[in-house]
C-alpha cells in the first residue's frame, strides 16, 4: 500500500529547512583567499569569526543594502601583513569584478581616518538578499567601511561576494597600456580622468585589454564609446545607464555626483577622447 503523502504545509515546511540548512552549509563552508607579503593563506568563514581582531561593526550608510548595518567584521589591515603602503589590493568578486584599491587607505588605522573592514557572513542568519527575487547575498565576505568620507571612498571601493584578496603593485604599472603618452602633463584633465576610470569603472571593464574585470567588455577596442554616442548620450549612461539602454540583466549602476562629480565626468570623458586615438592592436578573430 503507497504510503499518504505529508500534508501540503509540511512539505513546504520541510523544504524551507532543507533550504536554510543547504544555505548555512554553504556559508559555513565559504573560504577566503588571501595573497600578501609573499604568503597565501586561506580562511574559512568560522576562522575569520573567530579571528583575534574581529570586532562588531555598525556602517550607518551601507552601500549595498542602503541601509544601517551590522556587521562582525574584521579589519581589512589585519588580513594585510607585509603589504607596502605605496601597493595596491586586488578584490576579486566570484562573478568576475575585480576591485583595485590603493593599499594605504587599507592600512589606515587612526580614528578619525576611512577605515576598511572585511564583514564576514556568518552561517546563520544569513545576511539580507541584495535585491528582491534572488538569493544572493553581499556575501560570505564583503569590503565595508567606517567614515568613508574621511578618504573620498566611492561605492566601487566596497566590493562584496569577495573570494579573493591578493597584494599586486599599482594597475599603471601592470597595466601601461592604460596610461596616457609620456609627455602628458601631470596636471592635465586626462590624466586625472584615468584616476576617475581606474577608480570606477575598471571594477567591471577593461581599457585596452587592460585590467582585471571579466564583468562588462572593453571601453577602448575595438571601439571607444566616443566613437559610437554622441556626448549627451555618454553622459547620461555614465549617470543613470537605464535611460540610454535598458535589458532585464542590466549590472551597471549609475554614478550620481557624489561617486563622480561633474568635474571628474569632465575629465573621464577627456581621458576616452584621447584614449581612442591611442588603441592597442585588437586581437585576431578566432
Known amino acids: 500500500m503507497r504510503a499518504a503523502r505529508p500534508p501540503l504545509a509540511q512539505r513546504w515546511l520541510a523544504g524551507v529547512l532543507l533550504a536554510c540548512l543547504q544555505a548555512a552549509a554553504a556559508s559555513a563552508a565559504s573560504e577566503l583567499t588571501v595573497t600578501a607579503g609573499g604568503r597565501t593563506q586561506k580562511y574559512t568563514t568560522a576562522a575569520l569569526l573567530a579571528h583575534p581582531a574581529a570586532t562588531t561593526i555598525t556602517v550607518p550608510a551601507d552601500v549595498a543594502y542602503k541601509r544601517p548595518m551590522t556587521y562582525r567584521a574584521v579589519p581589512v589591515a589585519a588580513l594585510l601583513g607585509g603589504i607596502p603602503r605605496e601597493d595596491s589590493v586586488k578584490f576579486v568578486a566570484g562573478d568576475g569584478f575585480a576591485a583595485t584599491i590603493a593599499a594605504a587607505p587599507l592600512l589606515a588605522s587612526a580614528d578619525d581616518a576611512a577605515r576598511a573592514y572585511l564583514a564576514i557572513e556568518p552561517p546563520a542568519p544569513a545576511w539580507p538578499a ?130 563622480i562629480s561633474d568635474r571628474e565626468l569632465d575629465e573621464l570623458l577627456a581621458y576616452f577622447y584621447y584614449m581612442a586615438k591611442r588603441k592597442v592592436d585588437v586581437p585576431a578573430p578566432r
Open 130 to 259: 541584495l535585491k528582491a527575487g534572488s538569493p544572493a547575498t553581499a556575501g560570505p565576505f564583503y569590503v565595508v567601511w567606517l567614515r568613508p568620507e574621511k578618504g573620498r571612498i566611492v561605492p566601487e571601493q566596497w566590493p562584496f561576494q569577495v573570494v579573493r584578496i591578493e597584494g599586486v603593485v599599482p594597475l599603471a604599472v601592470r597595466f601601461p597600456a592604460l596610461l596616457p603618452a609620456a609627455g602628458v602633463d601631470p596636471a592635465d584633465p586626462i590624466r586625472r580622468g584615468l584616476v576617475v576610470f581606474t577608480t570606477n569603472c575598471i571594477v567591471c571593464h577593461t581599457f585596452n585589454l587592460a585590467g582585471d574585470a571579466m564583468v562588462g567588455p572593453d571601453l577602448n577596442v575595438p571601439h571607444n564609446p566616443t566613437e559610437y554616442l554622441r556626448e549627451e548620450y555618454l553622459r547620461r549612461l555614465v549617470r543613470n545607464p537605464a535611460s540610454v539602454r535598458y535589458w532585464k540583466e542590466q549590472k551597471m549602476p549609475g554614478f550620481d555626483a557624489a561617486a
